[in-house]
């Protein structure tokens, strides 16, 4: 199981904010780092879109084991909805 994955989110140039700051777009994941053998120390990255063929933007590096966890601490808020009381007639309108 990878210990990272890496997304990438482009720089737009066309969207710029009151200070001549570029926005960046959605990220997308280019990557995913695996640990190495017998304990060593790092990582190996291994690429899912090469990083020359991405333009202007940033890197971010996540830990899959912090994402993980919080999303196990959160409750997803469809299943609030899928665990209501169904036991009303859905007939009776207004």
């Known amino acids: 199981m990878p210990t990272h994955r890496i997304s990438f989110a482009e720089q737009q140039m066309d969207t710029v904010d009151t200070e001549g700051r570029g926005r960046l777009g959605s990220p997308v994941n280019v990557a995913t780092v695996w640990p190495r053998k017998n304990g060593k120390e790092g ?5 899912h879109i090469s990083p020359q063929s991405l ?13 993980q966890s919080r999303d196990t601490q959160q409750q997803d808020p469809f299943e609030q909805v899928d665990g209501r009381d169904r036991s009303r007639s859905r007939s009776r309108g207004r």
């Open 43 to 47: 990582g190996l990255i291994e690429w």
């Open 55 to 67: 333009k202007e933007g940033a890197f971010f590096m996540l830990d899959n084991q912090r994402e």
